[in-house]
């Protein structure tokens, strides 16, 4: 059985998968953990498709753009895991529809 | 190099403070002895200056370059004629002597460093307007000689009275050198110069008479406010709220005769206008009277001294606005001597007594306190201008400059009868008669170094009217001498000692009482309710309106509009980020969409 070669669509389409599960992850899940979590694989989904389309058409700025996502996404992380604890030491909770007080 | 020394002078005292107030502080006793030292190295430059200074010329010091900029030039020099010569040796002589008087005065206090420390600053800053050989430089002497006197009027810094009257002291000076500081500009804007030495060449060069007359009123604003002439005099008598020392160098020997040494240093410019001459002189004229009649109505030793020196300034700033300088800087070097004694012996006094200042609860110090009272009556005979006291022929030689001036005669000769009428008051009260109180039955003399600067400066004020001061300032006399004003002066003088005499031989309270004069003419108040209460109206009226429309309007209403407007924008809010979230992404899918479709 043959699936012929890996083509750039078939990475684009990888991509574009990790994306619509992080966008559900980020839409419906209550967990702010998980939310963050869905967060990098939003991250990660644009990184995967920057250095297929870096590979395939070699061009080396996608791929020098994508350790500065990683950058950016390392201190993402750090940020948002501080104010995650701090949350949690106030609210006791990590629920994200618990966290409304905008509202009036 | 050698050339440079006589800066010594001036940066002995200047290094003796700023070591004391950087590294001494802690150590009073050390503080003490490196700022009497630093003083006495001043004194002994100076004396060497004094005599062997005329050999090297007018010149003798090189002058260091300041300021130069546009055709405006000034060097930060130090000028060696023997008016700067002759004044520095006082100064420093005299500021060693109350150096001495206060390590005894102040022996017990605990910061006594930081009293030598200011007192170093002062004989810094006095010294510098001594040699100072530009108005320039010598303004900013005159600045820093008002800060010394400053902080040590306000030396008791836990006595509100103290820190009251140096910020009136402060303050009313700032309101003579305001004046000085437009006098000097215009002397530059008139002359083109500030050097003392160019001012006779060029003020002789043609100037409109009013702008001469202005620059010289404006520099003699600088004399009543340092010199506390009318109608700036009210600082001097409550600077008295300082330590007896400084009262005695500042307030009486040097400080204050600093306005009377400026106005014979620009005498060029004064004598250009003859309205300006006359003005100097009826102020100087009618400040003898005046203080002298206060001085008969108060009953702080120390305030009865303090008119008393407003009284004997205004006899010289009456001499150089007739023109002659030679008797006001006579006058100036005796004063500074039975001046300074006297009032080392009202210290004296004070301190015997454990603080107490009115004269009615004394009494019967004559007994206990001999030294003092013979040498307070020696200060009050030589005060008082009877022979062959210094005092005496420092006072003939301004009483004969008025020979042609009857009225200056009449009001400057009047002021002798209250002079003495008041001494002797002071005298028969606190020296005679039985003691008042404990303090008094107890009083004993101080340790050596109250007495011994006592008995120098006795001895000056006996022989301090053979000096030469006259000739040597090179001041010709500018007529004969008259000696009808010898006679009647000296008349007038003793004429004051016999109601004195008969009112408080055994006098325990005030025979006479006229409130007038024991509220100095309502000066004070009537400055109050003129300047000092409309201004602090108007500060409560700024108060008022940065509390309410500065912090309460536009500051809190700010702040109240945005919370406001934040409150409001919470209605149309969920508070679900997820939601948010949810909202965006289908914004993205729409915006795409219609992109795509834009194609």
């Known amino acids: 059985m043959n699936f012929g070669e890996v083509t750039l669509g078939h990475y684009l389409a990888l991509s574009l998968l990790l994306f619509l599960i992080g966008l559900a992850g980020v839409i419906l899940r209550r967990s702010l953990l998980v939310v963050m979590m869905s967060l990098e694989l939003l991250l990660n989904a644009a990184n995967l498709a920057l250095v297929a389309v870096g590979k395939f058409h070699g061009l080396p700025d996608p791929q020098v753009a994508v350790f500065f996502v990683i950058t950016v996404a390392a201190a993402e992380v750090a940020l948002g895991l501080a104010i995650l604890v701090a949350i949690f030491r106030i609210k006791r909770t990590t629920a994200v529809d618990q966290m409304a007080s905008l509202r009036f | ?318 001499a150089v606005g007739l023109g002659v300088a030679g008797p006001a800087m006579y006058h100036l070097t005796t004063h500074a001597f039975f001046k300074c004694l006297l009032f080392l012996a009202a210290g004296s006094v004070i301190h015997g007594c454990h603080d107490e200042q009115d004269i009615w609860k004394m009494g019967g110090l004559g007994k206990r306190m001999p030294f003092t009272a013979f040498v307070t009556i020696l200060g009050t005979l030589a005060l008082c201008g009877i022979p062959p006291l210094s005092g005496f022929w420092s006072k003939d030689a301004i009483f004969a400059a008025t020979a042609h001036h009857p009225g200056l005669a009449a009001v400057s000769m009047g002021a002798g009868f209250f002079t003495s009428f008041f001494m002797l008051r002071m005298i028969l009260v606190a020296f005679g008669g039985e003691p008042k109180n404990d303090a008094a039955r107890h009083a004993h003399e101080g340790s050596i170094f109250l007495t011994a600067p006592m008995a120098l400066l006795a001895v000056l004020t006996l022989v301090g009217g053979l000096l030469p001061v006259e000739s040597y300032l090179h001041f010709q006399h500018p007529e004969a001498h008259e000696t009808w004003t010898l006679w009647i002066s000296l008349l007038v003088a003793l004429a004051g000692f016999v109601p004195a005499y008969f009112l408080y031989r055994q006098a325990t309270k005030d025979p006479i009482s006229i409130p007038v004069l024991r509220e100095k003419f309502y000066v004070d108040e009537i400055y109050q309710r003129v300047f000092v209460s409309p201004q602090d109206a108007f500060a409560r009226l700024t108060d008022a309106f940065e509390g309410w429309v500065v912090r309460g309007f536009l500051v809190r209403g700010s702040g109240v509009v945005a919370r406001a407007s934040g409150q409001g924008l919470r209605l149309v809010q969920c508070g679900q980020v997820q939601i948010y979230a949810a909202v965006f992404i289908l914004g993205v899918f729409l915006l795409l969409g219609w992109l795509w479709r834009q194609g």
């Open chain 2, 1 to 318: 190099m050698i050339a440079y020394a006589p800066y010594l002078i001036l940066l002995l005292p200047l290094l003796a403070a700023v070591s004391i107030r950087l590294f001494l502080y802690p150590f009073p006793r050390i503080s003490v002895s490196v700022s009497t030292l630093a003083c006495l190295g001043s004194f002994m430059g100076s004396m060497a200056l004094l005599f062997w200074g005329s050999s090297l010329g007018q010149g003798i010091v090189p002058a260091l370059p300041w300021i130069e900029w546009g055709g405006f030039r000034a060097n930060f020099g130090i000028l060696g004629d023997p008016l700067a010569r002759g004044m520095a040796a006082l100064v420093s002589g005299v500021a060693f002597l109350v150096h001495l008087y206060s390590i005894g005065y102040l022996e017990k206090d605990p910061c006594r460093s930081r009293f030598f420390a200011e007192l170093s600053l002062f004989v810094f800053s006095m010294l510098g307007i001594v040699l100072a050989d530009n108005l320039i430089s010598m303004f900013i002497f005159w600045e820093l000689v008002g800060l010394s006197s400053y902080l040590l009027i306000g030396f008791w810094v836990e006595r509100p009275a103290a820190g009251a009257a140096a910020n009136k002291a402060f303050l009313v000076n700032r309101i003579g050198d305001f004046g000085f500081i437009l006098g000097i500009l215009g002397a530059w804007a008139l002359f083109g110069s500030v050097t003392f030495a160019d001012l006779p060449g060029r003020a002789a060069a043609s100037s409109p008479g009013w702008a001469v007359t202005a620059v010289g009123l404006g520099l003699f604003c600088g004399c009543l406010g340092k010199s506390a002439q009318f109608p700036l005099h009210v600082w001097l008598p409550d600077s008295m709220e300082g330590p007896t020392p400084v009262s005695s160098l500042l307030h009486a020997a040097t400080m204050v005769v600093a306005g009377v040494y400026m106005l014979v240093r620009v005498l060029p410019i004064l004598e250009m206008s003859q309205a300006t001459m006359m003005t100097i002189a009826w102020i100087g004229g009618w400040m003898t009277l005046l203080p002298a009649l206060l001085a008969c109505q108060q009953n702080d030793i120390k305030r009865i001294l303090a008119y008393s020196t407003l009284s004997e300034i205004a006899y010289m700033v009456m």
